[in-house]
């Protein structure tokens, strides 16, 4: 009940109008982010890279309806590409088709893709593209794959709780996909999506079986983005079962969640990165943090305390 109020506050206009505003609200979304500026998450990099920790960039922000606005999130991608490459940074990016204007046209957001894309190749970066709400599916893979058919460096996110995405998945395959697989963070109705998490965890672990298959014969590149600890550690058997090393594996978790569990798989071997996101339009984004973990409004709630 609370997960479906906060997804709902999400998308809630007077919501994210009033509350992002309360001090308080904004000190505590620091948890989940290191600040609003690209500098500040350029320099997350750097101290995560200390402990082998890889990085993936994100500005936030989402349904952006104004082609200028998208032709801004684009130009910033390139800058933040350009000085990645300039300063040798291990680091890639995480677009949202919405933020680069899919509602706009389909067009529109593959032109600012391939902007992004091809700056990316000219200084060695990777792009990842997410998956927002059901409604955006077809769509986005659509887009995925005609970037896919220029750009090897590139990779699309799917969701475990869609009935869909096994048979997505499937149809993927024989282009050679990089994939992040994640359980899903949108308001979904039941038609689409397995309302119970028994059976979202269940799916997860069928998609990533397959995933590993494939990266056993090579071509295709799986990120497991979950900090679902049982999960993992099913993820790892799978992997030694089928004779894979650490090296062979890898996990993506968010910024400020999972620290501990982030430094222990770097430490063993796995490739890991951690997405920061960063901007001034974090409002929906945060409401899908709290509705993950609930328990996550007691620290909202502390915030409010100390002030
Ligand atoms: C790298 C990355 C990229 C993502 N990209 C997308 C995307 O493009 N599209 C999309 O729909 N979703 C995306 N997500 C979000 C994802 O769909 C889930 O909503 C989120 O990861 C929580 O699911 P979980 O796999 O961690 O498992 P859960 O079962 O939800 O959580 C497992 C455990 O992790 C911890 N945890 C999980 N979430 C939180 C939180 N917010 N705060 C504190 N602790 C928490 C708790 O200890 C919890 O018990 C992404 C997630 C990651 C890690």
């Not at 606005?69 to 390139?78: G, L, P, Q, S």
């Not at 995480?94 to 990316?120: C, F, M």
């Amino acid at each position: 009940m609370l997960r479906k109020l906060l997804l709902w506050g999400s998308e809630n206009d007077f919501f994210s109008d009033h509350v992002a505003r309360l001090g308080f609200v904004r000190r505590a979304v620091r948890r989940f982010m290191p600040g609003e500026t690209s500098a500040e998450a350029i320099e997350e990099v750097v101290r995560l890279s200390v402990s082998r920790i890889r990085s993936v960039l994100a500005l936030l922000g989402e349904n952006v309806t104004e082609a200028d606005e998208a032709d801004d999130v684009t130009r910033h991608y390139e800058a933040v590409l350009k000085e990645i490459g300039a300063r040798d940074l291990d680091a890639e990016i995480s677009v949202k088709p919405t933020q680069l204007g899919i509602d706009i046209g389909e067009d529109v957001v593959a032109a600012n893709l391939e902007r992004i894309l091809s700056t990316a190749k000219e200084h060695g970066h990777f792009v990842w593209i997410d998956m927002e709400g059901s409604d955006y599916v077809d769509r986005t893979l659509d887009l995925y794959r005609a970037a896919r058919s220029r750009h090897t460096d590139t990779g699309v996110c799917l969701q475990a709780y869609l009935y869909r995405t096994a048979e997505d998945l499937a149809a993927l395959l024989p282009i050679n996909p990089s994939v992040r697989l994640v359980k899903g963070a949108y308001a979904e109705s039941t038609k689409v999506a397995f309302p119970r998490k028994r059976d979202v965890d269940q799916n997860y672990l069928q998609l990533a079986q397959t995933l590993l298959d494939e990266i056993g014969s090579g071509g295709v590149r799986a990120a497991f983005a979950t900090h679902d600890g049982a999960l993992i550690r099913r993820i790892q058997e799978e992997a030694t079962q089928r004779g894979m090393t650490p090296g062979d594996v890898e996990f993506q978790m968010l910024y400020g969640i999972g620290t501990t569990s982030q430094e222990k798989l770097a430490a063993q071997g796995h490739e890991v990165r951690v997405h920061i996101s960063y901007g001034t339009a974090w409002f929906p984004w945060y409401m899908r943090r709290l509705a993950e973990r609930p328990a996550n409004l007691w620290f909202v709630m502390r915030k409010m305390m100390s002030r």
